[in-house]
């Protein structure tokens, strides 16, 4: 019994210790790698027009990944993500849908997503930085901000819709796991 005891307190050190020292890593080391997407929930409200959209992930049709990489610093997708989406208004403080329930999708390879191009950590926050195409040849340069929730091998990423618009509300999570 007294041998079982010491195991299992070596074993928590061991475990505690591993912990710890992924935490003292850096945000910028500890992202580089390769993740893939197991959470996709967006629910974007538009404010003049009092309706709303919720996109789902669909998982048994997604492989969509992104790595981090280190030297530069870009943001690789793969894969597809295929997600629902159901429109919605507010009625009496409840979500009624009202529109359309469909399918849409995000092509990882023609590297579509949110977190594409170049990136960077700043007061904790992910900021990355890619180019929206506006016309035949025309592009503007466009970051978007996310909070980082890292716990283990589970990484969140949160986005206010409000960046994209003063019209806008909403967030959109997306959650990976480290492959």
Not at 5 to 18: D, E, G, Q, R, Y
Not at 97 to 113: L, R, S
Not at 118 to 138: A, S, V
Request: proline share 2%; net charge negative; glycine share 8%.
């Amino acid at each position: 019994m007294k041998y079982l005891k010491i195991c299992l307190f070596t074993l928590l050190i061991v475990a505690c210790s591993k912990d710890d020292a992924t935490s003292n890593l850096s945000l910028d080391v500890q992202l580089v790698g390769k993740w893939t997407m197991t959470n996709y929930y967006d629910n974007t409200f538009f404010v003049e027009y009092q309706n709303g959209v919720i996109e789902k992930i669909v998982p048994e049709e997604t492989n969509y990944a992104i790595e981090f990489t280190d030297n530069p610093k870009e943001i690789k997708t793969t894969g597809f993500l295929r997600y629902s989406r159901e429109e919605y208004e507010i009625v009496d403080g409840e979500k009624v849908i009202t529109g359309p329930v469909g399918t849409n999708f995000m092509d990882g390879d023609d590297e579509e997503g949110y977190h594409t191009g170049t990136w960077k950590i700043e007061n904790g926050k992910l900021i990355t930085t890619g180019f929206n195409q506006i016309g035949p040849d025309e592009f503007e340069e466009l970051s978007i901000i996310s909070t980082i929730q890292l716990k283990g091998n589970v990484l969140t990423l949160t986005l206010d819709n409000a960046q994209f618009g003063s019209h806008l509300t909403g967030e959109i999570i997306i959650e990976y796991k480290r492959q």
